[in-house]
Structure formats: structure tokens, C-alpha cells
């Protein structure tokens, strides 16, 4: 438990440790709810694969990135994200790669190339397990801080609260870097807190490391360095001024320092062209707000922050912690408020909640949105509600507290158990795709809306004609074309191989040419002997949303498909069915 330093104990009580659950009834619970977090986030890891790629596009690229890690090659495929979680992934893809040797099922790197090609389940099952376990992780240690600052029974709410909420639990199940993320900043926020309460230089570097490697996780870890920095000048007086200072100024930096090479390394290797890369890259152009993304007309400023709270708490636990986080700060400054609304000094929310108030304020400021950049306030938002409702529990009401609780839940609960509900039915992809084979004759010839991204369209196999089309593209764009290479060669061929055009799906408008929205013309598609086109409502349903005028010209494609073309078939998602997006599937030819 967090203990006030010697000059607040002369003026305040201490604070008390009593708690309304037993020690063993406090362990069962918790083990309850780590399983219940654990499965909410497990079920059903498997979806969609061996295809890729089904719950985000960026799981295509973590698996792409991890894979040149294994040429010891460290220079980053781009700096839009740093290294650290491929880093984690890449010792499993080394053991997988030894045990398939020692039971012979391969006998050369080139055969582990093959396998991945042909069967990439076991590619992607590695970075999804990491994050179902780092989900869990950060509900273990959602549970120690609550126990820490004030009691076990607050560490139990913000773990179950934590446990339900949307976004937390669908994100867990990617291979993707945002579960890691929130469990790297989650650790240093306990061990900073740990220094807070026994003086522990060793917690405190420690913390500074774990900040280190959550920037080289994602680069918004930065902000984390608040925790060790603010917790270290809240410990210093005049007898450990010089020290105090000397943390914040020396020791802190060396940690972060520490930890951010580690978890890339290409940072060691070449300091100026990383910072370079990091500088310029995409992320740091969307902080700026200096981007147009498609569909960003939805996702950016307040009301979309608003929404981003919604998916993952829910109406009631969204507006519930507002008010408790909004009080939380008024406690600042009114010690007796604090008291009364908390049962204890929340001087040492001050961290938190200027760690908070960062956060929120790039997100507001930030050209572009997704709900995935509100995890790392999660816990936090667990912590706060947390607080509060032990506090209510103490006030002998316990019975209308865990009502509250409950009702607060219900909406991110419901949503959670619905999608692992959904994940267990069949994509709409490849259900398009199955279509497509058996309706489809291998001779006509195909166009996509986008690109060859398995996220936005069904998992067709494709001529060798079309792949070395996709592998000249990928040249001429600045890529290595080494993944078409190795499709050419290792594709699976019983299934029909189709000529195919992917379109070039224009992102940022700030970047989009002629050379991308020229082929989206149906007279053109249908001149070059396209007879069929497949359209994806990941990306369609964006360009009908935005008003923005710059995406004209690719919404008139759309239009004109209807108007021209026949819809012979459309795959929608249904609730507690399926998943994926809507594929509807046009005929041109005559």
C-alpha cells in the first residue's frame, strides 16, 4: 500500500488497510477474473486463418517485418512503427523453426519460407498468443496497483473492469502491437509507484527501461516517461534534493535511453537515419495533423474521441468515468474532497492524470484516429472507476455499488462476448471467395477495389501473370517484391488461379496521383477485358461516409459500377453470425 512520506503523516490520517475481502476470497476472485479475461481474449485467435491478415492489415505487416528480422537484417522495413514487438515475436519464430528441424517436418530455411507461404497459420498464431497474453498481463497488474494504492478490493474492480472492456478484449486477439503496448506502460506505471513507496532506485530505472521499450513498441510509449519522472520529483525534499534531481535528469534518461535501443536496435546501429526515418514517417504526420486519411472526415477531433470512449467502455461506464476522473482532478486541490469522494490522499494520481491529459490532447490534436489509440487509457480509466466504487463498498453499500458495477459493464461485456461469438462463424471473405471459385471460370479476369491486402477482399488464388504484375508494382514503389517472388514459386495450385487487377486504393490525400485514381473506371476495367469486380465495404463504405471533394473521382467509380454493372451476389456480416465486411460482387462483361 502506498504510504504518505514522514511531513504528510504529521497532518493526515494514515490510510486505511482494511479491506471488505478476505485474502483467499480476494486471490479466488482474481483468478476468476484472469480467466475470464484470459478467454474473453482467446476465443477464437484461430479466425480466419491460414489467410491473413482477416482481423487487421497490420498483422501482414508485423509477420513481413518479423520474417526480415530473420536475416539479421535490422533495418526497419519502415519507421511508421518501431521494432520491439517483432522483437518478441522472433525468438518463437526461432523455436518453431528448430523444433520443425529436429522432427524433420523441414531440413532449410528455404522450406520454413515454403511453409509460410503455404500454411502461415502458425506465423500468425505466435504475435496473436503474445497479445492475448499481454491483454492478460495488464489485468494482473491492473489488479496489483489498485492493491497498492489503496486496497485489494479496488485491485479486483479495476481487473474485472478492465477484463469487459470492447476494444481492449478485440485488439488482444490481433498480432498487433497495442496489447503489448498497454502492458509495457501499465509496468512502468507499477514500478514507479513502487519507487513512490520504498524509495527504489532500482524500481525506479526499471521503470524508465520499460518506458524505453514501450516507445519501441509504438511511439506514443513516450508518454509514459511521465510516471517515473513526476513519481521521482513527488519524492524529493531538501534532504534528497541533489538525488532527486539527479534521477530526473540522468538516471531516467539512461533507462529510457536503454530500453528504446533494445527494442531497435537500428537506433544503435545508425542513430541519425532512425531518427530521420522516425521524424518523418506517418505517424509523426498525423500528430502534426498535417494528413487527409480516407474516411478521416470520422475519425479525428473530439467526437470521435468520444465515440473511441464508447466502443470500449460503453454509454454508462464512458459518462460514469468522466465524472469520477473529473472529480478525481477537483480532489487535487480539495484534500477534504478527496477524502470523502476517494478515502484517501490522490496526490499520487497526479502522474496519472497528467499522463492522461497528454494523451488526450495529441489525440485531439492528431490528423487521424482509430479506436485501437485509446488503449493505453484504459487502465487507467479502470484504476479511477476502481478507486472510486471501493470507496462507495466502504461506506457499507455494497449491494448498490455492484449494481452499478453491473449495469456499467453490461454494454462492453455484451459487445466482447458477441465478437468472440462472430469470430467463430465464416468470414465474409472467404465465403465470397468459395463463391467465386465455384461461380467464376478461371478464364474471365477480376478486379478489386483495392489492393493486394487480404483485409479488404476475398483470398482468390492468382495466375502467375497477375503475381509478377504485383511483384514489378512493389519494385517500382520502393518495396523488395521478395514476398511475389516466393508466392510465384511456392503458391498452391489446386484451387483456380485467376487473372486479377488489384486498384490501387489511394490512402492520404495528400499523396494521391493520377497514376491511382485513373484506374477506377468501369469503361476502362471493361476495355482491358475485366468482366467481374469485387468491392470491399472497408474501403467503399469510407469513400461514401467522407464528403471530403478530394475523393470524388473514386466515389464516381462507384457510382458508376451500380449504374453499369449487375450485383450477381452480396456477402454481409450478421450479428452473433459472422464477421468481416461487406463483399459485394459485380458481373460487367456483355
Known amino acids: 500500500m502506498i504510504k504518505v512520506n514522514q511531513e504528510e503523516s504529521t497532518t493526515h490520517n494514515p490510510q486505511p488497510t482494511t479491506t471488505n475481502i478476505p485474502a483467499k476470497g480476494a486471490l479466488f476472485i482474481l483468478v476468476v477474473i484472469l480467466i475470464l479475461g484470459f478467454c474473453l481474449r482467446a476465443i477464437w485467435i484461430p479466425y480466419s486463418l491460414p489467410f491473413p491478415g482477416y482481423f487487421s492489415s497490420d498483422e501482414i505487416d ?28 522472433l525468438p518463437f519464430y526461432g523455436l518453431a523453426f528448430g523444433f520443425m528441424r529436429i522432427t524433420g ?9 515454403r511453409i509460410f507461404i503455404q500454411r502461415p497459420t502458425l506465423f500468425y498464431m505466435i504475435p496473436r498468443m503474445i497479445s492475448v497474453v499481454s491483454g492478460s ?30 476494444t481492449s478484449v478485440q485488439l488482444s486477439h490481433t498480432g498487433k502491437e497495442d496489447a503489448l503496448l498497454c502492458l509495457l506502460i501499465i509496468f512502468s506505471l507499477y514500478l514507479s509507484i513502487i519507487h513512490y513507496e520504498k524509495d527504489s532506485v532500482f524500481s525506479l530505472f526499471f521503470s524508465a527501461f520499460f518506458c524505453g521499450l514501450a516507445t519501441a513498441t509504438k511511439y506514443t510509449g513516450a508518454l509514459c516517461v511521465v510516471f517515473p519522472v513526476f513519481f521521482a520529483l513527488l519524492k524529493i525534499s531538501r534532504k534528497s534534493l ?80 468522466a465524472v469520477i476522473f473529473v472529480t478525481l482532478v477537483v480532489s ?19 502522474p496519472l492524470i497528467i499522463y492522461f491529459g497528454i494523451f488526450f490532447l495529441i489525440l485531439a490534436i492528431s490528423g487521424h484516429l482509430d479506436y485501437q ?31 452499478i458495477l453491473f449495469v456499467m459493464l453490461i454494454q462492453p461485456l455484451y459487445r466482447s462476448i458477441r465478437f468472440d461469438k462472430e469470430t467463430l462463424g465464416t468470414d465474409t471473405r472467404i465465403e465470397a471467395a468459395k463463391w467465386i471459385e465455384k461461380n467464376i471460370p478461371q478464364t474471365n479476369k477480376i478486379a478489386f477495389d483495392t489492393k493486394y491486402y487480404y483485409q479488404y477482399h476475398p483470398p482468390v488464388r492468382l ?75 472497408y474501403y467503399f463504405q469510407r469513400l461514401i461516409r467522407d464528403e ?31 464477421m468481416g465486411p461487406e463483399i459485394i460482387i459485380y458481373y460487367i462483361g456483355e
Not at 383 to 403: E, G, P, R, T, W
Open 137 to 166: 498481463l495488464t489485468l494482473l497488474l491492473c489488479y496489483l496497483i489498485g492493491k497498492r494504492v489503496k486496497n485489494k478490493q479496488t485491485g479486483v474492480l479495476a481487473a474485472l473492469i478492465l477484463s469487459c472492456c470492447y
Open 332 to 350: 487535487l486541490f480539495k484534500e477534504s474532497e478527496a477524502r470523502f469522494l476517494f478515502g484517501m490522499n490522490t496526490r499520487i494520481f497526479a
Open 62 to 89: 508485423v509477420v513481413g517485418r518479423t520474417l526480415k528480422l530473420t536475416t539479421l537484417d535490422f533495418a526497419p522495413s519502415h519507421f511508421d512503427k518501431p521494432t520491439f514487438y517483432t522483437l518478441v515475436i
Open 548 to 578: 471530403n471533394p478530394g475523393w470524388q473521382k473514386l466515389r464516381d467509380f462507384y457510382l458508376e459500377l451500380k449504374t453499369r454493372g449487375k450485383e450477381v451476389v452480396n456477402f454481409k456480416p450478421g450479428l452473433w453470425k459472422n
Open 463 to 537: 495466375s502467375v501473370k497477375t503475381i509478377r504484375s504485383l511483384e514489378k508494382e512493389a519494385l517500382e514503389t520502393g518495396g523488395s517484391g521478395r514476398y511475389f517472388s516466393l508466392l510465384a514459386k511456392h503458391q498452391k495450385t489446386e484451387a483456380p488461379l485467376y487473372e486479377a487487377r488489384f486498384l490501387p486504393m489511394p490512402t492520404w490525400l495528400h499523396r494521391m496521383t493520377h497514376e491511382e485514381t485513373d484506374p477506377y473506371s468501369v469503361t476502362r476495367l471493361h476495355e482491358d477485358g475485366y468482366d467481374w469486380v469485387i468491392i470491399s465495404g
Open 373 to 403: 489509440y485509446i488503449m493505453p487509457l484504459s487502465p487507467l480509466w479502470a484504476i479511477f472507476v476502481a478507486l472510486f466504487l471501493s470507496s462507495l463498498m466502504k461506506k457499507k453499500k455494497n449491494f448498490y455499488v455492484y449494481l
Open 105 to 113: 517436418a523441414i531440413f532449410t530455411r528455404e522450406d520454413f519460407v
Open 242 to 321: 541533489v538525488s532527486g534531481l539527479s534521477y530526473v535528469f540522468l538516471l531516467i534518461p539512461i533507462g529510457v535511453l536503454l530500453g528504446f535501443s533494445l527494442g531497435m536496435p537500428y537506433f544503435v546501429l545508425h542513430p541519425v537515419k532512425c531518427m530521420e526515418g522516425v521524424f518523418s514517417s506517418t505517424v509523426f504526420e498525423q500528430i502534426k495533423g498535417d494528413t487527409v486519411w480516407l474516411g478521416g472526415i470520422r475519425h479525428y477531433g473530439i467526437w470521435f474521441i468520444m465515440r473511441m470512449f464508447y466502443m470500449e467502455f460503453g454509454l454508462l461506464l464512458s459518462i460514469g468515468g
